[in-house]
């Protein structure tokens, strides 16, 4: 019980947007591996969930959200990830989900987003905010490596496939993801790259990607997909909508944002 109630001291500290100790975030993410290890790529959720998208650190945005959807554990949800960079609370946006994630493992699903990297944090401010909140990299560090266990889709209630950006021409089936050793740096090509890169797009087949990443996918290899593993939509993140959310190719795919005023748009 102690671990319990240091636990939930600490989720309370963090709520308040408020850092915890060096030591208590190297213990936190000790947890949180021994629990991400057993997700699977693919990872399973039932309804009824509530499903975000990119929250790039922005805790008070988050803060919001749980006070509007109900908070953990009463509500169940599920982060497309994206949940550093850009913001100035990347640090205590991860923590806080992922202090959630160990305490309610069964309520909240954390999925990679393209910025749960190293070499992108480096870039897009997640690196530097640990290093000056913590006065060194070693937050960073323990918070990279759990990126690393983090599962790289979810389906919920076999029906609806959850992925950050979206598809790949190396994977038609849900069992080619289930295959792929997540537990690494993500590539900057192949399969699960393309999973946390690609974007919809209004054409059909396949395009190259300007983000230089991932691939563009047309409605015709979104049907392919769904057909083929027999669900009825895809949810994906990776994209600022201004509405929140917005849907593609006959309600077949659906883009989810959850960072309002990004970057101050």
Request: aromatic letters at 12%.
């Amino acid at each position: 019980m102690a671990e319990i109630s240091d636990l939930d001291r600490q989720i309370e500290q963090l709520r308040r947007c408020e850092l915890i100790k060096e030591s208590e975030v190297k213990a936190l993410c000790a947890k949180a591996r021994e629990i991400l290890v057993e997700e699977s790529n693919v990872q399973r959720v039932d309804s009824p969930v509530t499903v975000c998208g990119d929250i790039h650190g922005q805790f008070y945005d988050l803060k919001e959200l749980f006070r509007v959807g109900g908070d953990v554990p009463e509500t169940n949800y599920l982060f497309m990830g994206d949940f550093v960079d850009r913001g100035f609370y990347s640090v205590e946006t991860f923590l806080l989900l992922l202090a959630l994630k160990v305490r309610y493992p069964d309520r909240i699903t954390l999925i990679r987003g393209n910025h749960e990297s190293r070499q992108i944090t480096q870039v897009y401010g997640f690196y530097d905010e640990c290093l000056r909140k913590y006065g060194s990299v070693t937050v960073w560090r323990y918070c990279t490596e759990i990126f690393d266990y983090l599962s790289l889709s979810a389906i919920i209630d076999g029906k609806i496939f959850c992925v950050h950006g979206g598809l790949s021409p190396s994977i038609q089936t849900l069992d080619q993801i289930r295959t792929i050793d997540r537990k690494q740096e993500v590539p900057h090509d192949g399969p699960m790259c393309d999973l946390l890169w690609s974007d919809p797009e209004d054409t059909t087949g396949w395009g190259v990607s300007p983000r230089g990443a991932g691939y563009l996918f047309g409605s015709d290899v979104v049907a392919q997909f769904n057909a083929a593993n027999d669900i009825d939509m895809i949810c994906r993140a990776h994209q600022l909508v201004m509405e929140g959310y917005k849907w593609h190719f006959n309600e077949t795919v659906l883009t989810v944002w959850s960072a309002p005023n990004y970057c101050y748009r």
